[in-house]
């Protein structure tokens, strides 16, 4: 299986900027961002497909946050600007066959913690 190692989550104030990186021990084409709040459902966040470049967003952080990835090094990053409270979750990253939507993760990291307070 993929090893993700997920880092960069901390504490900030609204409106502020983290830049979360998750490193992959193998080469994935599709690798995303995913969230859970406490007492809320799983949600994708942004997702990543390498060959083409192509991202994927929840309507809630568009134009937000920016999703990248370096497949060289076989990581992704997501810079998060402009935080709000809603934005408070763990933070995990995942890697899948497909981007096609928000299924097919087959591997998950183990979870940074952002906190937005205002």
């Known amino acids: 299986q993929v090893q993700l190692a997920e880092s960069g989550g901390d504490s900030v104030q609204v409106g502020g900027s983290l830049r979360l990186s998750c490193a992959a021990s193998y080469y994935i084409h599709c690798m995303g961002w995913f969230r859970q709040a406490p007492g809320k459902e799983r949600e994708g966040v942004a997702r990543?497909?390498?060959?083409?470049?192509?991202?994927y967003y929840t309507d809630s952080v568009k134009g937000r946050f920016t999703i990248s990835r370096d497949n060289a090094k076989n990581s992704v990053y997501l810079q998060m600007n402009d935080l709000e409270p809603a934005d408070t979750a763990m933070y995990y990253c995942?890697?899948?066959?497909?981007?096609?939507?928000?299924?097919?993760?087959?591997?998950w990291g183990q979870g940074t913690q952002v906190t937005v307070s205002s």
């Open positions: 995942a890697a899948g066959g497909r981007c096609a939507d928000w299924t097919s993760f087959d591997y």
């Open positions: 990543i497909w390498t060959v083409g470049g192509l991202t």
